[in-house]
């Protein structure tokens, strides 16, 4: 029973979920970004209503929050992709040997 095929089906599924999760990711990062650049001030205005927050402080968080995200989309999403491709390529350059 030759299982091959399988772990290539499988293997391209997860990359094909993983890509996607990255443009989804990168999406809401500009989306994130975009809101801050133009209403940053609302923002700011509404999140210091509940919380005494410095404009300071708050573009920090903001700007952790963001570096943060970037950082687990290339942890969670990136890496892992990037790591399936590799096994593909290394698959299929052994199947071409065997052959």
Request: glycine share 6%; aromatic share 10%.
């Amino acid at each position: 029973m030759d299982n091959t095929g399988n772990i290539d089906e499988t293997l391209d599924v997860l990359a094909g979920i993983l890509i996607r999760c990255v443009i989804m990711s990168v999406i809401i990062l500009l989306f994130w970004f975009g809101a801050i650049m133009l209403a940053g001030d609302l923002a700011y205005r509404a999140h210091s209503s509940m919380v005494h927050l410095s404009r300071e402080s708050f573009n920090t968080i903001q700007y952790a929050g963001a570096l943060i995200f970037k950082a687990l989309i290339s942890i969670f999403f990136v890496l892992p992709y990037i790591a399936i491709k590799l096994v593909q390529k290394k698959r299929r350059r052994s199947n071409v040997e065997n052959k």
